[in-house]
């Protein structure tokens, strides 16, 4: 296992990004929905950064098996929350494909949010094929197998404080 980015860039990202959602909504109320369960992390870091009023709803989508994406997105936690003419940030940990977040996005457009926005703290640039522009970047990255800082390897690893690429010795199997 290889760490790629430290417990300190990460805590200074993260600051960065709040930073500038604060300025961003400065007199509104966004609903920031995190998706499950990568991204638990990095919403909960990130909200606390924030100096305005805000809430926070969940969905969880499915898409990989193992460290394989299936090619499909299914939706097994929907938000409860009621979103049509409210201001939306969507919390992601990661962007690989892009399958997952384009879904995300089509699915919470058709509730008629007033805004929609896109955090992710980490992009696989090179591989992703989005429909939309991201809204908050944190790190971009090579298209490899990263662990840590909420992100699993078969639902283990996502208590490592930094993140880490797994190499063959780690068994992607
Ligand atoms: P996408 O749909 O963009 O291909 O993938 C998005 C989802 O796949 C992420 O929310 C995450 O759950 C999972 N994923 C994609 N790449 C990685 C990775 O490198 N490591 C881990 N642990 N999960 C990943």
């Not at 990130?46 to 898409?63: A, C, H, N, T, Y």
């Not at 703290?121 to 991201?134: I, R």
């Not at 078969?154 to 068994?171: E, P």
Request: aromatic share 8%; proline share 2%; net charge negative.
């Amino acid at each position: 296992m290889k760490q790629i980015i430290s417990e300190k860039d990460i805590e200074k990202k993260v600051r960065e990004i709040a930073e500038q959602i604060t300025k961003d909504y400065a007199d509104k109320t966004p609903i920031f929905v995190g998706i499950l369960n990568g991204s638990f992390i990095f919403l909960a870091d990130l909200v606390r950064e924030l100096g305005i009023d805000l809430e926070v709803d969940f969905m969880k989508v499915q898409s990989y098996d193992g460290h394989k994406s299936t090619g499909t997105v299914h939706l097994a936690k929907d938000i409860s929350t009621e979103i049509t003419g409210r201001d939306v940030v969507i919390v992601e940990d990661i962007i690989d494909s892009g399958l997952t977040i384009n879904f995300l996005v089509h699915r919470i457009n058709e509730s008629a949010p007033s805004s929609v926005a896109v955090a992710t703290l980490l992009f696989k640039k090179e591989v992703a094929q989005l429909n939309f522009e991201l809204d908050y970047v944190g790190f971009e990255i090579p298209p490899d197998y990263v662990v840590g800082y909420g992100l699993d390897h078969n639902q283990k690893m996502r208590n490592l404080k930094a993140i880490h690429v797994l190499d063959h010795q780690d068994d992607l199997a």
